[in-house]
């Protein structure tokens, strides 16, 4: 049975660390518990967001006015000869240690992205030349009236940092993954953490790289090139490490974010005659949804 709490301040469930209050706000640690949620903002007549850890969601300063569902649906199924059936809710950075542990290959990728199993298929995340759709067999998904269908791999469509469930308003309940037996999988996956500590700042409040890598570059060097490593707007700060990562430096508020972003795109473009693509997820206050 859900909990429903009122004024919950997004920020903690945030990497950035900011954001205002959820009007609504519930956990879900499975599938009933996720159809009695949809249920109460279909009732309320609110609109809903379903989140994980929030590391792609940059929540707006006036917080969100429906039901903010954090997806705690979390369980590890090992099917055999590679195949893992897994939640939601589950860690995809311990889903990519589990996994090479037990010497498979094909998520090693995802150890040190903090995000969930349904956050990473949602954004379709990648890294170190591998995408999360390379090794998916299928995904549970439930529509905003409770309905559950499985997808086949075949019938699901991604791209770049780009999923169709991006265009669908549902919730992703599970996935399944099929790997490749590898002894030298846990040994990747360890100089991979290794790799990511060393050149992505780690300890900061971040959502990662903020601008998709726009074809044949990479937005981080050319943030670098316009000589924005540093640039500040009130407390938010490109990072010095990584340029493609905007920082919640001193108590930012969700504004100074989308004005340095602003100021990313307009200076790229202007120096560079190129067009960055944001990769962060802007919420929205749902007022508008409303
Ligand atoms: C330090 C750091 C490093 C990162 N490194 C990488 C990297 O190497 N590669 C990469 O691709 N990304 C990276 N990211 C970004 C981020 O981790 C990914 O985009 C990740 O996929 C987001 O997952 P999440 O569970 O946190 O989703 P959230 O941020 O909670 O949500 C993101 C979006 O997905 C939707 N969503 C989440 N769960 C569900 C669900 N179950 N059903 C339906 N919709 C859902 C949300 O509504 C929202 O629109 C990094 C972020 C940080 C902070």
């Known amino acids: ?48 967001l379903v989140i994980g850890k929030g590391s792609n969601c940059l929540f707006h300063d006036k917080g969100y006015k429906g039901l903010v569902i954090l997806n705690k649906i979390d369980f590890f199924h090992d099917l055999g000869e590679g195949v893992f059936h897994v939640g939601g809710g589950t860690s995809f950075s311990l889903l990519g240690v589990k996994t090479a542990r037990l010497h498979y290959a094909g998520l090693e990728f995802a150890s040190g992205i903090p995000a969930t199993v349904g956050g990473a298929v949602y954004m379709n995340a990648g890294a170190s030349g591998k995408e999360t759709k390379d090794t998916l067999e299928s995904v549970d998904y439930m529509d905003p009236d409770g309905n559950v269908r499985r997808y086949r791999r075949d019938e699901l469509s991604f791209s770049y940092r780009k999923s169709m469930f991006q265009k669908m308003k549902g919730v992703i309940l599970s996935a399944t993954f099929s790997l490749t037996p590898n002894l030298e999988a846990r040994s990747k996956q360890i100089a991979i953490v290794q790799h990511r500590t060393k050149t992505q ?55 100074d974010i989308r004005s340095l972003i602003e100021l990313i795109k307009k200076t790229v473009k202007e120096k560079e005659s190129i067009d960055l693509e944001v990769e962060v997820c802007f919420i929205s206050s749902g007022e508008e949804d409303a």
Do not use: Q, W
């Not at 900011?18 to 007549?45: D, I, Q, V």
């Not at 998709?212 to 490593?229: D, H, Q, S, V």
């Open 201 to 255: 700042p780690y300890g900061e409040k971040s959502c990662g790289c903020a601008f998709r890598n726009p074809e044949g570059n990479f937005a981080g060097a050319l943030i670098e090139k316009c000589g924005l490593k540093g640039a500040r707007v009130g407390g938010a700060e490109v990072s010095h490490l990584h340029a493609n990562f905007l920082i919640n430096k001193s108590d930012a508020k969700a504004d």
């Open 1 to 48: 049975m859900i909990k429903i709490e009122e004024n919950v301040s997004l920020s903690a469930y945030s990497t950035m660390g900011l954001g205002g209050p959820a009007k609504f706000f519930t956990k879900a640690e499975s599938e009933e518990e996720m159809r009695e949620a949809l249920a109460f903002a279909k009732a309320h007549n609110v609109p809903f």
